[in-house]
């Protein structure tokens, strides 16, 4: 799998500190388990977090706060584990007990021609919206802006926009300047997982569709 495009690095830094919304880390977590490039980013971060941590001058405590019982325990982690995997039907490994084993054997439920869509239900009181897209060949998603930030991570197929083409494993990482018409790769058509700060109209948000 070549994988050309990458989340922005404010994303992997937001990842490798833990402070990403539910709906966004689900999809990046998918996209670390088949990028060993960007694995290995966040792992530095991870790194120099740990570093200025460990710069930072001490202060007496009545009890040994909680952030040292964790720093203690990552001794016993080895440096390099193993990553996580694509199931057999390229679904993320960890989306498996959420949407099932296998693209094909998923239900889908229409939104436009030529497009289904199969949303995931994230924790209670988390924000955000997750789901999968698909879309057939050749179909033409409706041009859009966005309203905050969306994460997509194509599974199969790819599709083209004005930012390139994105195949499997790659990830389109736009804000609410972005405005993009991406068409399904006429052949194969599409796949993603995709998180969004807010629903698309055609799912029943507020995003700006054109």
Known sequence: MTITHHPDIATLMCCSAGSQPEACAAVI???????????????KMQKIGVALFDSLEPETVAVPPPVATMRSAEAD???????????????PQFLVSCVG???DMMSWDPVAR?????????????CG?????KV???AAFPE???????LTLVLRGSYSDEFGT????????????????????AEKGCICLMASEHKHPLFGGADRAK
Do not use: M, Q
């Not at 982690?77 to 679904?91: D, M, N, R, Y």
């Not at 994105?166 to 790769?185: I, K, M, Q, T, Y």
């Open 29 to 43: 977590a998918s996209h670390l388990a088949v990028c060993p490039f960007c694995r290995a980013e966040v792992r």
């Open 101 to 103: 084993p296998c693209l």
């Open 144 to 150: 859009h802006t966005h309203v905050g930030w969306e």
């Open 129 to 133: 919206d997750l789901r999968l897209l």
């Open 136 to 138: 057939e060949p050749g």
């Open 166 to 185: 994105f195949r499997p494993g790659d990830v389109a990482d736009l804000d609410e300047e972005s405005n993009h018409h991406p068409v399904a790769c």
């Open 114 to 126: 030529g497009l289904w869509t199969h949303a995931i239900t994230l924790s209670p009181g988390a």
């Open 77 to 91: 982690v080895p440096e390099k584990s193993e990553p996580c995997v694509l199931s057999a039907g390229e679904i």
